[in-house]
């Protein structure tokens, strides 16, 4: 098992036609992933490398296809409205990849998610990944821009806000013959569709997942919130890190939502929330997965 | 983005919000004129405010010697002289740090009679996902303090972007905030102004310190904002070009500007470590691990997922420009990209700056392999590391030992 995605499930890519959108959708059909559906609106009829259809909406490709989630490569001006088609047409679960939606979008976005079934990962974020049982993880769910083959199929669950932190956390796991079950990057972005805690509640209920890497960085609170709730009810062995300890305050470190403001969000504050609520904190980013395996 | 106190009040005036009469100028001639006329219109005190991004204006020094970059005068003839002295000269105050900024512009203001102050901003509060109107009776002071210290002096409204800050919440933090009879349907209305402000121009921040309650000529109790500072959704300034002209690069870090020409992160650090990463989160890692290991970061550098020969070699000569640089960390986890073809950038910048500088370089991911020769057979002096606490470990050594 797996959370949000397992190898039998069916993709969409919204912005398939977009150069991003296209190498990745791609990326995606060498991994083994179901991509069944391409979404531009005007390029309805159409077909994606000969192989995948093109609908002009997601409504369409939903009822042709069967798609249940989502990959969204639109540009920032238009990600908010592709986000909010797809939760229209019903999809499970939108995976929105695109940097620089402005903020008040967003929080349009989550306003008009209350009360809707359609689960939101990102923006501004690689993907999830499901691996797969064939060599370098073949055969698995990669909705986003992960790198594929670092992956290996096993019992880890990786969260975290940054891209190529999970990337390392994962190679660290995978090097060490270690697999995943899943790994889903929430996003960089001040406001996103699922937050670290929603993640680590669907790993602890994963009868596959057997210990978790949340990785997190400066900003905000969602660590610590997660972490409040780790310490009364996960029941699987975590270990943390928290990017950002030299940042100065104030400013923004490349991610919107990386920034300490009023002295709140420092990574000082998340570790020691996270050691609080027992979770082993990795001194540095390169003994993340030594960190958790030393609790396994 | 930030903008400054004179542009935060126009758009603040526009939506309703009262600002001190006053205008802004650029020369000592000008900054009397302005004077003049408030004090023909009845002004009896007048304020002199130096425009920069930074607080801690009035208690700051300029270069020169001369003390306060925002002071009060009763005449023109003083006006004139103080602009004579801020213009154009530096102003160091507790957030510039020692470099200060250059004064540029000045608000010419007539000064209101202050009867109290009080504080409202409005922001995004995160764990909601919605802007929140945040108001206290503690005008004036730092808001980080008052949290700190009195909590519950703080008010606070989350507001439903589908429904805008309604009446009867605005009239609910004008109370809280001591307001009585009339003064609450004007801070009513002045409160959703701000509100407005925040959401029409896709602010990040919108802050009044201090809203003032004023006595006016005419013996009447009003409000005044007295101070503003608007930041800007850097994301949102696509959809306002009007808002994005206002933009005063002269605010900016040299270095920072010419990064963001070639879609580079660059945030300038005071230590002596230059690094250049692949990603945000593990750009932000590798100045932590360096500092882990004892060493001081000199940047943060995200080159993005990505990143091109291009934008390598740019982000090697914007690096080579910090003179306080004594060594280079390069780490890349190269997911999708081709590590040779990072390799690749990296050797071409290195004979392009002719870098004399230690360079430790990390690389993994994608074609790794061939990355690694091309860096061996470069026949540059770089040194490789093998994970990143191995980079780290090496360009700090590197650094000690020079």
């Known amino acids: 098992m797996s959370i949000l995605v397992n190898s039998q499930t069916r993709v969409l890519v919204q912005g398939i036609t977009g150069e991003f959108g296209g190498r990745h959708a791609r990326l995606s059909l060498a991994y083994g992933t179901q991509i069944v559906a391409g979404v531009t609106p005007g390029k309805g009829g159409q077909t994606f490398d000969g192989q995948v259809p093109i609908f002009d909406t997601v409504a369409e490709a939903v009822r042709e296809t069967g798609a249940t989630a989502s990959a969204v490569f639109v540009p920032p001006a238009f990600a908010a409205d592709a986000i909010l088609e797809g939760v229209d047409a019903g999809l499970d679960l939108v995976v929105c990849i695109t940097e620089g939606i402005p903020v008040n979008d967003m929080v349009k976005v989550k306003a008009a998610l209350a009360g809707r079934k359609t689960r939101l990962i990102g923006p501004n974020c690689p993907g999830i990944v499901t691996p797969g049982e064939g060599p370098d993880s073949h055969g698995g769910c990669r909705i986003g821009i992960a790198p594929g083959y670092i992956h290996r199929k096993g019992h880890i669950g990786v969260v975290s806000r940054s891209g190529t932190l999970t990337y390392e956390a994962v190679w660290q796991l995978t090097c060490r013959g270690v697999g995943q079950s899943t790994c889903v990057g929430i996003g960089g972005d001040p406001v996103n569709g699922s937050s670290h805690l929603d993640i680590i509640q669907l790993f602890n209920d994963d009868p596959d997942t057997h210990g978790i890497i949340m990785i997190g960085e400066i900003g905000g609170a969602a660590e610590e919130e997660a972490a409040a709730w780790i310490r009364r009810h996960c ?17 923004r470190m490349g991610h919107a939502g990386a920034i300490v403001s009023g002295g709140k969000g420092t990574a000082a504050a998340k570790i020691e929330a996270f050691k609080a609520a027992g979770i082993a904190v990795a001194p540095t980013p390169s003994e993340m997965a030594d960190t958790l395996l030393r609790l396994m | ?287 932590d691990i360096i500092q882990h290991y004892g060493g001081r970061p000199a940047n943060f550098l995200d080159v993005g997922g990505g990143a091109t020969r291009e934008q390598v070699a740019a982000a090697f000569k914007i690096i080579l420009q910090d003179p306080n640089v004594q060594a280079i960390l390069v780490n890349i986890f190269g997911g999708i990209m081709d590590c040779n073809v990072i390799a690749t950038g990296i050797v071409a910048a290195v004979k392009e700056t002719g870098l004399k500088l230690p360079l430790v370089v990390r690389l993994e991911g994608n074609n790794v392999q061939a990355g690694n020769q091309t860096l061996a057979q470069s026949g540059l002096p770089l040194v490789r590391g093998d994970s990143m606490a191995d980079a780290a470990q090496k360009v700090v050594a590197a650094v000690a030992t020079r």
């Open chain 1, 235 to 251: 029941k699987k062995p975590v270990a943390g890190f928290i990017a950002g300890a030299t940042a100065p305050p104030g400013r």
């Open chain 2, 1 to 287: 983005m930030n903008l400054h106190e004179y542009q935060a009040k126009e758009l603040l005036a526009a939506r309703g919000v009262n600002v001190p009469p006053g205008g802004v100028c650029d020369s000592p001639a000008a900054a009397r004129a302005i004077a003049e006329d408030l004090l023909a219109h009845g002004a009896n005190l007048i304020a002199v405010k130096s425009q920069i991004h930074a607080g801690g204006r009035g208690k700051g020094t300029f270069n020169t010697g001369y003390q306060g970059g925002v002071k009060l005068f009763k005449t023109a003839a003083e006006v004139e002289a103080a602009a004579a002295a801020m213009l154009g000269n530096v102003l160091v105050t507790k957030q510039t740090g020692p470099e200060g900024r250059r004064v540029r512009k000045l608000i010419i203001a007539a000064a209101p009679n202050i009867q109290k102050e009080l504080y409202v901003a409005v922001l995004l509060d995160r764990s909601l996902a919605r802007p929140v109107l945040m108001a206290s009776t503690e005008g004036g002071m730092d808001i980080e303090e008052v949290a700190a210290r009195s909590p519950e002096k703080i008010v606070k409204v989350a507001v439903d972007p589908a429904l805008g800050l309604m009446p009867y919440q605005a009239r609910k933090v004008a109370v809280a905030l001591g307001l009585r009879g009339e003064l609450i349907g004007h801070g009513a209305k002045l409160l959703q102004g701000v509100y407005r402000t925040w959401w029409e121009c896709d602010a990040s921040l919108v802050e009044i310190n201090p809203l003032c309650v004023i006595l006016t000529r005419e013996g009447k109790l009003a409000l005044q904002a007295v101070d503003a500072k608007i930041a800007l959704d850097d994301n949102a300034l696509f959809r306002h070009p009007d808002l994005h002209a206002m933009r005063d690069l002269g605010e900016e870090a040299p270095l920072e500007i010419e990064a963001s020409k070639f879609n580079l992160n660059y945030i300038k650090l005071d230590g002596n470590i230059a690094c250049l990463v692949n990603g945000a989160g593990l750009a932000m890692a590798t100045m």
